[in-house]
């Protein structure tokens, strides 16, 4: 995981907005990239002049949106059956898919917005939003819209962590650490997220029996 963390800090200090752009893209994709080491990082380099913090939030903005078109066509051409038989390789259950796809299917819009703003979750959405066929106009907007908010929320975080923390620009993993630190009340409020999404998820399942 080191290793990768290092590639992904370069990959982001080395090709710039690209560089965020193509791992918001696989991010959003079925590929275990998370977010919160890709912006963060590179809002430290906006702080230190290197890159724009408004350039950093719309190439995360495009590329969330570009891997998650991508999941969505690619479910909806695949169909329910090849998507449940190649997802549980990539730990995606038949169950796991079918409470995403009744939260979709009650939620629409919203459903996707929301699933934007939470880790894990904003991985997997596209994936029930291609299956039922949701417009893919408004799957669109929520997607851009939620990623935008995203991008922006964790490009905050990371001005904060360099006006804090100056100097870490060169040490990767130093930075992780300074992140890590100074990120517990954030990660707090995405953990009430989260447990109020399972609640959702939880309810809808059960109104669904």
């Keep these: ?26 991010e959003s994709t079925i590929l275990p990239v998370p977010s919160e080491v890709v912006i ?39 169909g329910r059956v090849l998507v449940v038989s190649w997802g549980k390789r990539f730990g995606i259950s038949e169950a796991k898919l079918e409470r995403a796809e009744h939260f979709v299917h009650r939620y629409e819009a919203g459903g996707v917005f929301f699933a934007r703003l939470l880790p894990v979750v904003r991985h997997l959405i596209s994936i029930p939003a291609g299956i039922i066929q949701m417009n893919f106009a408004v799957f669109s907007l929520m997607t851009i819209t ?17 006006q804090r923390n100056p100097g870490l620009i060169d040490d990767p993993f ?14 707090g409020a995405v953990v009430v997220m989260a447990a109020l999404y399972a609640l959702t998820m939880r309810l809808t399942s059960a109104r669904a029996k």
């Design 1 to 26: 995981m080191h290793a990768l963390v290092a590639l992904w800090f370069g990959w982001v200090r080395d090709w710039g907005y690209g560089g965020v752009m193509l791992l918001m893209a696989l």
């Design 40 to 78: 963060p990082p590179a809002a430290y380099w906006a702080q230190q002049g290197k890159l724009n913090i408004y350039g950093v939030v719309l190439a995360g903005t495009v590329g969330s949106y570009l891997g998650s078109a991508l999941m969505y066509w690619l479910a909806r051409w695949m």
């Design 146 to 162: 939620g990623s935008a908010l995203w991008c922006g929320v964790l490009a905050w975080f990371g001005l904060r962590v360099a």
């Design 174 to 187: 130093a930075m992780i650490s300074a992140i890590k630190h100074e990120s517990l009340g954030f990660v």
